[in-house]
């Protein structure tokens, strides 16, 4: 559901945003309720579905996109390729894997990857294991962790009255 609230809040930045997900997905029906605008597109047989290809060259040809931020790095296997005769819209690859212990150097991967303009991880530690497995430059990666909405998660004052009953003064810590 992390596409739905990006699209929402590029278009909460006043950026025309389109959500671009699966049809009946639950992702499309989050984006109905929300009243985002969207494209729903068959959910691609295999990695090399054609029809998925020509709806998103379809796609291109009639909205013009200036950049694509793709949620499934999967969803790679039809966007680079297509990318490549749009050199100016940039594409953007939101990592929600940990890999550890493989390495994607063939000449498929380079290709698939070549076309990527920035890979956006969550932490440091998940960019140096995607470094490591992944044929990405370091001047690729962007380091964005995921928000946290300071509306709804906000840090309680601390309970003076439980160190007091505990018999806690403030210099120690205390583990609850």
Known sequence: MSSVKWTQNFHNHHYNSILLCTKNSPAAKQASLQGLQTIEIN?????????????????????????????????????????????NIQLFNFARMFIRGVKKH?????YIYSRLDTMIALSHIQKSLLLEALPIPDIKYAVIPNAVDT???????ANKNIRQDLGVTNDNQLLV
Request: proline share 11%; no cysteine; net charge positive.
């Open 106 to 110: 063939d000449w498929f991967h380079r």
């Open 151 to 157: 509306e709804k998660f906000q840090p309680r004052p």
């Open 43 to 87: 959910q691609p047989k295999d990695y090399l579905s054609f029809q998925t290809r020509r709806d998103l060259k379809k796609i291109i040809e009639l909205y013009q996109p200036k950049a694509f931020f793709n949620h499934l790095t999967r969803d790679l296997w039809h966007l680079s390729p297509i990318l490549k005769k749009y050199p």
